[in-house]
């Protein structure tokens, strides 16, 4: 079941809450040693919440909208008690003393957290393989990559183990992981979902949310978790109605909607780019849309994301001892490096080039009012590792199989990625971006393509 039609179940004692969750720890044992999705499984903790769920339906109370249904989540997602190694050798056996601000949110909607999901080492990768907990692999595919960083989360949710998977979007470690592997990815408005209690991000780039396997699902979670957090300065009021309830109360015709396959600058892989743009197409058809030029030309913003980046990495970084850093990956590495050279000319450069990159997107939305492009212009690359050096033809740097997903991160804007169809092995996604604060458009846009182009789960 998805997660509100098992929710309902529960709710209406149609169904045991323990019955779902012995349900899906069943199939994390069976399932999971080859795909590589969950860390650490707490089977005893969450028969013991499964249990307390159905104790309150049997007193004729409600346990909430998201009662007895299995949660996955990301291992950079505190829960107290469990590990809280992020993926890295540093923290390794390091447990977390404070639950996620979302995580606490859901579980008192009645969600109920079975175990965390993999995350490469700080979800600073777009494929999910650690030295500290190996390879996680894409269940259509397993050869290849589910994506990252959320890529734990979404082989768990693809496979069919549980309904629902946190995770976090800095660079499209949401949508990217859906596109790959057949979900719905969504990245709301900055400060959509709040962050807090201790989130330590300086860039501004990192947004929280959830993979699922329905726009429905997905508008539930966040009616659950969504509103101002004292501990997040940048959490957002939630909506004055909820989103499932809105969902289809949007009306869709007419809507400007602008098509892109590479935002004007990124190359994209033929075979991505004709079957996206074939989705793009039946839903302005559908819709009774109308399709405008997107006349879109971004400048590459790789330099400015990873500059912005670095104090973060650099948090997680600086109080290791100087003989474990070469146990860290790469990339994080090279995140450090650069940190011992960054100077106030760099983050004034990248600051400045951010605020190009919002004026000329908020020209595109000027002229549209939803712009599609494909979450990401390559198919899915094998499951170790490393990201493509080249696409369609050109060769590309760390930000070429982002290069359509990180603008948005930096501009705040809302981003969804829902099943366009298959290449190269595995789903690929349509991504649909809406303006700020409009979240509720680019859900909805996403339930009118679900209804439109039905993906079987």
Same mark, same amino acid.
């Given at each position: 079941m998805?997660?509100?039609?098992?929710?309902?179940?529960?709710r209406?004692?149609?169904r045991a809450?323990?019955?779902?969750v012995?349900?899906?720890?069943?199939?994390?044992?069976?399932?999971?040693?080859?795909?590589?999705?969950?860390?650490?499984?707490?089977a005893?903790?969450?028969?013991a919440?499964?249990?307390?769920?159905d104790? $309150?339906?049997?007193?004729?109370?409600?346990?909430? *909208?998201?009662?007895? +249904?299995p949660?996955?989540v990301?291992?950079l997602?505190a829960v107290?008690?469990?590990?809280?190694a992020?993926?890295?050798?540093?923290? #390794?056996g390091?447990v977390?003393?404070? $639950?996620s601000?979302?995580?606490?949110?859901?579980?008192?909607a009645?969600?109920v &957290?079975?175990?965390?999901?993999?995350? /490469?080492? @700080?979800?600073?990768?777009s @494929?999910?393989?650690? +030295?500290?907990?190996?390879?996680?692999?894409? &269940?259509h595919a397993?050869e290849?990559?589910?994506?990252?960083?959320s890529?734990g989360?979404?082989a768990?949710? #693809?496979?069919?183990?549980?309904?629902?998977?946190?995770?976090t979007?800095?660079?499209?470690?949401l949508?990217?992981?859906?596109?790959?592997c057949?979900l +719905?990815g969504?990245?709301?408005?900055?400060?959509?979902?709040?962050?807090?209690?201790r989130?330590?991000g300086?860039?501004?780039?990192?947004?929280y949310?959830v993979? $699922?396997?329905t726009?429905?699902?997905?508008?539930?979670?966040l009616?659950?978790?969504?509103?101002t957090?004292?501990?997040?300065?940048?959490s957002? *009021?939630?909506p004055?109605?909820?989103f499932e309830?809105?969902?289809?109360g949007?009306?869709?015709?007419g809507l400007?909607?602008?098509?892109s /396959?590479?935002?004007?600058y990124?190359?994209c892989?033929?075979?991505?780019?004709a079957?996206?743009?074939?989705?793009a197409?039946a839903?302005?058809?559908?819709t009774?849309?109308r399709?405008? *030029?997107?006349?879109l030309?971004?400048?590459?913003?790789g #330099?400015a994301?990873r500059t912005?980046?670095? *104090?973060?990495?650099?948090a997680?970084?600086?109080?290791? /001892?100087?003989?474990r850093?070469?146990?860290v990956?790469?990339?994080v590495r090279r995140?450090g490096?650069a940190a011992?050279t960054?100077?106030?000319?760099?983050?004034v450069?990248?600051h400045? #080039?951010?605020?190009r990159?919002?004026?000329a997107?908020?020209?595109?939305f000027?002229? @549209?009012?939803?712009?599609?492009?494909?979450?990401?212009?390559?198919?899915?690359?094998?499951?170790?590792?490393?990201m493509?050096?080249?696409?369609?033809?050109r060769p590309?740097?760390?930000w070429?199989?982002?290069?359509? $997903? @990180?603008p948005?991160?930096?501009?705040?804007?809302?981003a969804?990625? +829902?099943?366009?169809?298959r290449a190269?092995?595995t789903?690929?996604g349509?991504q649909m971006?809406?303006?700020r604060?409009?979240?509720?458009?680019a859900l909805?846009?996403a339930a009118t393509?679900?209804?439109?182009?039905?993906w /079987?789960?």
């Amino acid at each position: 079941m998805n997660a509100v039609e098992l929710a309902e179940e529960v709710r209406a004692g149609r169904r045991a809450a323990r019955e779902a969750v012995a349900e899906a720890l069943g199939r994390i044992e069976r399932s999971d040693g080859a795909l590589g999705a969950f860390v650490h499984v707490d089977a005893e903790g969450a028969l013991a919440r499964a249990r307390e769920i159905d104790a $309150t339906v049997a007193r004729g109370e409600d346990p909430g *909208p998201l009662a007895g +249904v299995p949660l996955a989540v990301k291992e950079l997602h505190a829960v107290a008690g469990w590990p809280y190694a992020m993926g890295s050798v540093l923290h #390794a056996g390091r447990v977390a003393d404070h $639950t996620s601000t979302m995580v606490a949110r859901a579980m008192a909607a009645g969600a109920v &957290p079975v175990g965390l999901t993999a995350s /490469p080492e @700080f979800g600073r990768a777009s @494929f999910t393989a650690s +030295v500290l907990h190996g390879v996680t692999r894409n &269940p259509h595919a397993p050869e290849l990559t589910p994506g990252g960083s959320s890529g734990g989360s979404a082989a768990a949710v #693809a496979s069919g183990m549980v309904p629902l998977g946190t995770g976090t979007d800095g660079a499209g470690s949401l949508r990217i992981p859906a596109s790959y592997c057949g979900l +719905v990815g969504f990245k709301g408005t900055y400060g959509r979902v709040p962050r807090g209690p201790r989130h330590r991000g300086t860039a501004e780039n990192d947004h929280y949310g959830v993979l $699922t396997r329905t726009v429905r699902d997905t508008a539930r979670f966040l009616d659950c978790v969504c509103g101002t957090d004292e501990y997040d300065r940048a959490s957002l *009021p939630a909506p004055t109605a909820p989103f499932e309830t809105s969902l289809d109360g949007v009306d869709l015709r007419g809507l400007r909607v602008a098509w892109s /396959p590479d935002l004007g600058y990124a190359p994209c892989d033929p075979e991505v780019a004709a079957v996206v743009e074939d989705a793009a197409r039946a839903f302005i058809a559908g819709t009774g849309a109308r399709r405008v *030029p997107a006349d879109l030309t971004l400048e590459s913003c790789g #330099a400015a994301f990873r500059t912005l980046s670095v *104090p973060d990495v650099h948090a997680e970084l600086r109080d290791a /001892p100087a003989d474990r850093l070469d146990s860290v990956h790469p990339t994080v590495r090279r995140y450090g490096d650069a940190a011992r050279t960054l100077d106030a000319d760099a983050l004034v450069d990248a600051h400045e #080039a951010r605020a190009r990159l919002v004026a000329a997107l908020a020209e595109g939305f000027a002229r @549209f009012d939803l712009l599609l492009t494909p979450a990401t212009q390559a198919p899915a690359f094998p499951a170790e590792g490393p990201m493509p050096a080249e696409i369609a033809g050109r060769p590309v740097d760390h930000w070429g199989a982002l290069a359509v $997903t @990180f603008p948005f991160n930096l501009s705040g804007h809302p981003a969804i990625s +829902v099943p366009a169809g298959r290449a190269g092995g595995t789903p690929t996604g349509l991504q649909m971006v809406a303006r700020r604060h409009e979240d509720l458009v680019a859900l909805a846009a996403a339930a009118t393509h679900e209804r439109l182009r039905p993906w /079987p789960t």
